[in-house]
């Protein structure tokens, strides 16, 4: 009797790759979608997502929001964030923008990078970068965030803006600039290689 061939799970994080065309064009896992009112997060140690907290507020998310695999915010990340001492210690993150709704998490996608949000979260960089759904009929061809609607990118810098916030308390959360494409790629370089710094 042969022994059947056992298949395990890649961890999302370290498991999966970043794509060949990156950092243009890249994979992207998605941990919440725009239907989810928990925020969930890959667990770091088993790959499994794990409900990290209810969603205090009434803010939903307006796009696809996950991470690239590969990559980590360290120093390299940090130092290209003004006002940031450093990376947040965490994968990268990005946010796809998708016509058609997907109401499933834990996915893989191609996303085509087109700028990015610079936050910084109580003195560490936590850029959001933007992305397209790669095929997508309405929004595939986006090249640039400056060509997404004004509305679009209105509801990306709120909910981040606000996705932590405790009432009667300041948001710890400072949007410090949106930037172009071209930015955006340099930062997912930087945070491919403190990737490879911290886990080779």
């Not at 910084?120 to 970068?129: F, N, P, Q, W």
Request: aromatic share 8%; with cysteine.
């Amino acid at each position: 009797m042969t022994t059947p061939f056992l298949q395990w799970r890649p961890h999302p994080w370290h498991g999966l790759e970043i794509g060949p065309d990156a950092p243009h064009i890249v994979n992207a896992y998605i941990e919440i979608t725009p239907f989810d009112l928990m925020k969930y997060e890959v667990d770091k140690t088993t790959g499994y997502l794990r409900v990290d907290r209810p969603q205090r507020t009434s803010s939903q998310p307006p796009a696809l929001y996950g991470f690239i695999p590969k990559t980590y915010c360290g120093d390299r990340v940090g130092r290209l964030a003004p006002g940031a001492e450093r990376g947040d210690g965490d994968p990268l993150d990005i946010c796809v923008i998708s016509e058609r709704p997907i109401t499933k998490s834990e996915i893989v996608l191609h996303a085509r990078v087109v700028g990015g949000l610079q936050l910084i979260d109580r003195g560490e960089a936590d850029d959001k970068i933007v992305a397209v759904l790669i095929g997508d009929y309405v929004w595939g061809e986006i090249k640039e965030m400056r060509d997404l609607p004004p509305v679009l990118v209105e509801r990306l810098e709120h909910y981040f803006s606000t996705y932590k916030m405790v009432p009667g308390q300041a948001s710890p959360i400072e949007i410090a600039s949106m930037y172009d494409a071209a930015h955006a790629m340099r930062v997912i370089e930087a945070a491919v290689e403190d990737y490879r710094e911290s886990f080779g």
